[in-house]
């Protein structure tokens, strides 16, 4: 493993050897789809940019959608009456999940 400043930021060979599997044996997924780009212009997008996204895609929406659930358990709380409310109407949950992505503001 590398790494920069103390952090974690490639498993070498990880990617490589993904990249190689799909590559002989592609299949209806992103990593094949990336890597039929490669093989027909490899300019336009090398192997080390497909580590890169494929490095960078788990982490993708991390902070947002654990502020997302945060923010919703936290006005879920703050009012009783709600939070009863959406455990006895389990119906209600996309409503309140809705509701909390459109309001301003982070769980703290």
């Given at each position: ?44 997008l090398t192997l080390d940019e497909i580590s890169s996204i494929l490095f960078s895609l ?51």
């Amino acid at each position: 493993m590398s790494y920069i400043g103390g952090h974690l930021a490639v498993v070498p060979g990880v990617d490589r050897e993904l990249q190689l599997g799909v590559r002989y044996q592609p299949a209806d997924d992103m990593t094949s789809d990336l890597l039929a780009i490669h093989v027909e212009d490899p300019e336009r997008l090398t192997l080390d940019e497909i580590s890169s996204i494929l490095f960078s895609l788990p982490f993708a929406g991390h902070e947002t959608t654990t502020g997302l659930i945060g923010n919703a358990a936290r006005r879920l709380l703050e009012d009783p009456d709600r939070w009863t409310a959406v455990v006895a109407q389990p119906e209600l949950i996309p409503a309140a999940v809705t509701e909390s992505a459109l309001l301003p503001g982070r769980a703290s």
